[in-house]
Each structure stands twice: as C-alpha cells, then as structure tokens.
C-alpha cells in the first residue's frame, strides 16, 4: 500500500507513472567489456533507453578487449551465485552457459527475430529451440586502417595484396613513419594471423579454422601463413607489449604509424576521434580477402536471478531493446559495426559500413562468409585459447613456422 501510495504521489507529481513506476523497482546488472571510447558511447546508447524504460543499469565493466578478463569476472560472479542480469558473451561459448542450466529464454520478445536475421547468426542465439541470446551487430573482422595522410606522405597505394602491402610498408618506413601500430594481447596476435590464414582464401580459413583439418594445419601453405606473419612483425614498434589495441588504433589516429590490422570496432575510435573515412583514414580490406568476411556478431544472455527459470520484465526489456530497429542503428553508428537486424537503413551510415554491408551480401553468397576464430565465433573456448597460444607463442619467440605448424596441429585437438 505504502509503495503503492509513494508512486501515486510521483505519477500526480508527473515524475513515474503506471508500468515503468513498477519496473523502477527493478535494477539490471550489465556485465560487459566495452570500455574504449568508441564502445562506451554505443554501449551508452542501451543504458539511457533502459533508463528512459524506468529500469536501474548496473554498470559492470570489465576492462580488456576481447573480454578475456570479462569472461574470468562473469565465472566468478556465477559461482558466487552472482549472475549478472546480462552479461556479452557470443558464439559457441552461448551453448556452453546455455548447458550449464543457468540462463533464461527469451522467446516472448523474439517474435519476428528469424525473420529478420541472417540464418546463421539466428542459429546462433539458440539453444535447444529456444532464443537465449540478444544479437548487436556484425563486426567485420578483416580490416587494414590506414591513415591517410601517412600513405600520402609516404607516395603508397591502398595494398590489395601481400606484396604491395610490404611495398607501402617499405615506403612509410622510408618515409619516417613507423609502418604498423599494433598492440601486445594474444588476441590481437590471433586477429592478424587470422587475417593472414583468410588471405589464402575462404575455403582454406574454413578448412582450418572451422573443420579444424589436420592437413590444411600442417600444409605447406600454413607454413606460408607464419612466414608471412613473421615478415609483417618486422614492421611493428618496438614498444607493443601489453598494448591495448584502442592505443595502437590512437597511433594510427593521430599519425604516429601508418596502419593497424583490427576489426570495424576500431572505426567506432576513429569516428569518437571526429575523423572521416576516406579524408582522415582508409578503411582497406586485409590484403587478398576482398570476397571473404570474418565475423563476429557481439550478443548479450541473460541469467537466472534468484533462481528463477523464467526472464524478469527488466531482461525482457532489455533484449526487445537491443533488437529494435532504432538502438540497432544508433548502436552500430558508434560502434564501427553494421546492424545485425536485417533491413535497418544504412543511409546514415558511412562508405566503410556501406562497404561492409555490400561485402557481407557477396561473402554470403559466395561461401566467403566465415566465422572470427579470435573473437570466439569459430570454436569453443578450450581450442580457440589452444590455438592462441600457439600463435602467441610463435609471435614472441624466434620459434620457426614449420614448429609452430606442428604445435598448431596439436593445439587443435584440444577439447
Ligand atoms: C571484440 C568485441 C567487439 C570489440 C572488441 C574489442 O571481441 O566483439 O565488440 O569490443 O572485442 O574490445
């Protein structure tokens, strides 16, 4: 009555009034790990809708790209019998939480999400018939960031292929500018040795990466792959260790070095810096991957608070939100990514989302269309993180590529 009579009073007073008065009382705990400044104002736009909505957002940022540290935190909080209302998590490892009988169904708000996903990303948010997991956006993965007043400088053509990469790294080196900004994680190193395994092709990165081929691994091609890898280190900075990947984006930004390998996430730091694609910088395909597609499609799941099976009206909310047209398209602006829900207008979105969009159709159609091993679509965690400490190893020893290749075999063996 009491509570009741409070709110009367708020609604009369033109503050709350009906259902969100109601849906004040509940407050949505966040686990996330979008900390840069490009991820925090997109991440801003779902925390001022659900406020708007009457809910409290219980902010749970967990710095470091990729989420390593993020996924170490959410453990924690589950075990404690923690769980977070939502908490980003994507791919495989979405079945894994799914199993270990902890998260809610969300099918009442998922209506007309089939229809308006691409099948394999729909698939995706599944698990055992049920919708578990809210889709962002798609992150395209095989990205080159080039400042263009560097390549100017330096007399360079966008690269297209490895050598003329080499070529315009040559040259921006000649010119005094140091040719790659990269940064010091294992899964920055698995970004651009992936990059580097999709430019032998679609149908070599799924052989690989996907099937987890033993041939393909320990092929002479693979070979080729860390040789390539080991050529392109020549070019980084001496001071990468334990680098973030938004500072190695703030070197490209501000001119310190000419170029970065990372997804579209870090077009989101670029346009949070006020420059313009094509003026300021060049969003490049990696070289040789212009018909391919890396994906990494960011989503949330929702756990069971105070061991309830069923969602609460605040994860409900909050999903319905993350799907809607407006937040996808305002989402994505910020972020660097393009709407996952099909059919949102790009109109507002710049030559780089466009261009990521046009590619995503052709990679579709094409078999191009295949999943980012370094940020957890491709394989469970047991051997991606396998994987990656092979690839890491390899990137800060002097070990030779047909060791590296044999480890890599193994490593993917790893249940
Ligand atoms: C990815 C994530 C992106 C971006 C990036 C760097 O794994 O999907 O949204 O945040 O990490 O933090």
Redesign the pocket.
């Known amino acids: 009555m009491k509570f009741r009579a409070i709110m009367g009073a708020l609604c009369a007073a033109g503050l709350m009034c009906g259902v969100s008065a109601v849906q004040a009382a509940e407050s949505i705990e966040v686990l996330h ?2 900390t ?1 400044g490009g ?1 925090s104002k997109a991440v801003g736009v779902l925390k001022d809708d659900m406020t708007k909505q009457g809910y409290t957002w219980k902010d749970f940022a967990v710095a ?4 390593a540290a993020a996924m170490t935190a959410l453990k924690t909080q589950v075990i404690s019998g923690n769980a977070p209302s939502a908490a ?1 998590i ?1 791919g495989p490892l979405i079945q894994d939480w799914a199993s270990q009988g902890v998260l809610v169904p969300i099918d009442s708000v998922a209506g007309d999400w089939k229809k308006n996903l691409p099948p394999e990303i729909d698939k995706i948010m599944h698990a055992d018939g049920h919708y578990v997991a809210a889709p962002f956006s798609v ?1 395209r993965v095989n990205w080159l960031y080039i400042n263009k007043a560097a390549l100017d400088k330096a007399g360079g053509k966008v690269p297209t292929t490895w050598p003329e990469f080499f070529a315009v790294a040559d040259k921006m080196k000649a010119a005094g500018i140091q040719p790659i900004a990269m940064g010091g994680q294992p ?1 920055q190193d698995l970004t651009l040795w992936e990059d580097v395994v999709l430019s032998q092709g679609a149908d070599f990165y799924k052989k690989a990466l996907v099937d987890l081929d033993e041939k393909t691994l320990t092929s002479e091609k693979m070979v080729g792959v860390f040789d390539t890898v080991r050529k392109i280190q020549g070019y980084f900075d001496a001071g990468r260790t334990g680098r973030d ?1 938004n500072l190695a984006t703030a070197m490209v930004i501000n001119g310190k070095a000419g170029m970065q390998f990372m ?1 579209d ?1 870090a077009k989101g730091e670029f346009t949070n810096a006020g420059k313009k694609s094509g003026t300021d910088y060049i969003c490049a395909v990696v070289p040789n991957t212009d018909k391919a597609y890396t994906f ?1 499609v ?1 989503s949330f799941v929702f756990f069971q608070q105070k061991g309830q099976k069923a969602a609460t009206p605040g994860q409900l909310a909050l999903a319905k939100t993350i799907m809607s047209p407006q937040f996808q398209e305002q989402f994505s602006l910020y ?1 660097g ?1 393009i709407p996952v829900r099909l059919g949102v207008p790009m109109d507002k979105f710049d030559d780089c989302a466009k261009k990521s969009y046009a590619d995503e159709q052709v990679a579709i159609k094409a078999g191009g269309y295949v999943p980012s091993l370094a ?2 679509m491709a394989q469970p965690d047991a051997a991606a993180g396998a994987i990656s400490d092979v690839v890491t190893k390899f990137m800060n020893s002097q070990e030779d590529s047909k060791t590296a290749v044999q480890a890599l075999a193994k490593a993917a063996k790893t249940k």
């Not at 470091?64 to 989420?67: I, L, M, Q, S």
């Open positions: 790990w979008w840069s991820e470091g790209g990729a989420g980003q994507k992150h899964w990947w997804g996430w990494n960011d972020k990514s940020h957890g």
